[in-house]
DNA sequence: ATAAATTTTTTACGCGCGTAAAATTTAGCT
DNA sequence: AGCTAAATTTTACGCGCGTAAAAAATTTAT
């Protein structure tokens, strides 16, 4: 590790004693030389600080070990911590991710996509911005790049798709919410972001119905991926109308809760199961926030690790040349009880 | 933008009448040409597809057009708002931002380093985790790449130290919360992980002494970045055996404040500056979601914009060649009054 | 021990672009 | 128009490594 610096891979191989044809492949695939070479190689790593030029690599490489991860929204901790869980399983697997957030931006998106394909990366795991996706933009890239897609699903686009069980979480979310009070509305944006939120809507109506209860669904104004914002506006806007026709209120998403229990907060409602509490709110995402909000949120996680498990392996294996037909998959989620309902 | 594809620049020179070391020159930086001939280059790649190979460019190049931009923990919105920011100006700026988190580990920082070696970085902005980094890792890698140390400073290593002015932080909050009601006492992590915890304190009691008043350490355990659970835990046992020796509660960080916001609801403690409330609470550093607790935080927030434009700017100089002596600068921040003080 | 299979070495070329130096063209100015 | 300064073209080499092919060495099987 430490040691006198070499400058390149031929300079190394004098050192070592070792060719560069075999430094090269050890180097691509350690496990591509026999064990007693690679262990001559790694004393030789321990002795001499050298590590090969990652642009004369890949200039030449059909196939480079970079990895794109590409995200949505950075700033939201559920991303932030999906993406990390990628990120460490490439680099686990011997790849190379680097990190892009669309910033909930089309134009951003498109650019990110530009960027990924300079970068000649082996693969991509990609969660599109869902409804302001250029899906044109999106398609092209697939077919030039081998596209993982997550969390939010585009048509039959890339490899396969692996995201959660939108129609799962919200049926077993109202299934709890039905049997422990009174049935729930569904608290939404109007315009929202992503795909996953429509199907929550119809898994919501048709839960309902096949509960013997109306559905009621209250639809918010608001652009953008600031949920909470919205959420809290929206929020004091349905309280102040009383568009919640009974005492208990499903949220799309936990952004959209946690900005509603501000809201509730701000008009004086007592959120909670209790007995002095007015109201019961409940989200879907099993954000990483929703332990701290007051009361503590009840919802419905993802199962981070498996999605991304699933996604990654799924990757991994149409790199290396498992090609599959296309799949979707979706992980089930689960209940998270807390205060909040 | 759209049109046939042209394979390299060689190519992309035929095609448009223009010989390849002046696009190569373009390329490098458009205004390096003669204005009539980039309005010529910029309309060949109107009507062809290209653009170079960047593993090709950077493989000679002495400076890369990469900017390494690394934070401690991208899962924390602060930390990933900060990173969006800087990414943005430095794309504006024509550099090639690439992001990095060290997701609190201290070997993951090392690593991260390393990685940001090969990539040959015209710069980096970095953000240390503080206390748990390997300060001679920071000080061997600033010695050889070009490195802005931001937000945690660490001795005088690197470029400069642009960061926010937590003495003065600390005093004007402290200032306010005594203003307007009992003065404070100061919650905190026993073992912070960075340095700017300990300056908080220190200004936390030089300000309540200049003030005439006794201040109140409180000091919890806990390890890592969870600082939610470690405020909601550590909060727990703080009100339980009535550690805080006034009713409000200045906390040395946002995310701390945000947990012990949990722990008073948990224990049923009305925060807020109401008739009807037992506490105040009030946290540091304007953190995303501090608009969105119950109450919603009062708390001094970072200039996000000032820093990161202070950050950016101070690299770019240096990169381009300005080289200024360390200098460390620390921005004010402004209090954000809400219901919680 | 000998042949066969595998691995390594030798040799050699090319990737796409940066960049230097000299020759040539173009623009700016009186 | 004529001159100078600046920009562009021509020519040519090199960066560090991937990779192919043939020769040599090593390991494994018989």
């Not at 931006?105 to 990609?126: H, I, W």
């Not at 949920?227 to 208990?248: D, Y």
Request: glycine share 8%; hydrophobic share 35%; with cysteine.
């Amino acid at each position: 590790m430490a040691g006198e610096k070499v400058r390149n891979m031929e300079e190394f191989a004098r050192m070592s004693g070792i060719s560069r044809p075999t430094l090269s492949k050890f180097f691509n695939d350690p496990t591509s030389v026999r064990a007693s070479t690679r262990s001559r190689i790694e004393a030789a790593l321990e002795q001499f600080d050298y590590r090969p030029n990652i642009y004369a690599m890949n200039q030449n490489r059909k196939l480079t070990k970079n990895i794109g991860i590409v995200v949505p929204l950075l700033s939201d901790p559920y991303f932030a911590e999906i993406a990390r869980n990628l990120e460490q399983r490439c680099i686990a697997a011997g790849y190379r991710p680097t990190l892009f957030s669309s910033h909930g931006d089309t134009a951003l998106e498109v650019e990110v996509l530009q960027t990924l394909r300079s970068l000649k990366p082996a693969g991509v795991l990609l969660a599109p911005l869902g409804r302001a996706s250029d899906n044109k933009a999106l398609e092209a890239f697939c077919a030039e790049v081998p596209t993982l897609i997550f969390d939010s699903s585009v048509e039959e686009i890339g490899l396969s798709f692996v995201g959660s069980d939108n129609v799962q979480f919200t049926t077993h979310i109202t299934d709890y919410l039905c049997r422990t009070g009174e049935p729930p509305c569904f608290f939404e944006m109007k315009t929202p972001a992503n795909p996953n939120a429509h199907r929550r809507r119809q898994a919501y109506i048709a839960a309902m119905e096949s509960f013997g209860h109306t559905p009621e669904v209250v639809s918010v104004e608001g652009e953008g991926w600031g949920f909470e914002e919205i959420g809290r506006l929206g929020g004091h806007e349905a309280l102040t109308n009383k568009w919640f026709s009974t005492n208990t209120i499903l949220c799309s998403n936990d952004r959209l809760a946690i900005g509603l229990l501000t809201a509730c907060y701000e008009q004086g409602v007592r959120v909670g199961r209790g007995q002095d509490c007015a109201i019961r709110v409940a989200g879907q995402d099993g954000h990483p926030h929703s332990r701290y909000t007051c009361p503590p949120l009840t919802t419905i996680s993802h199962n981070y690790d498996a999605v991304s498990q699933t996604a990654a392996i799924a990757l991994f294996l149409a790199i290396e040349g498992q090609l599959s037909p296309w799949k979707s998959t979706r992980l089930e989620g689960q209940l998270i009880l807390r205060d909040s309902a």
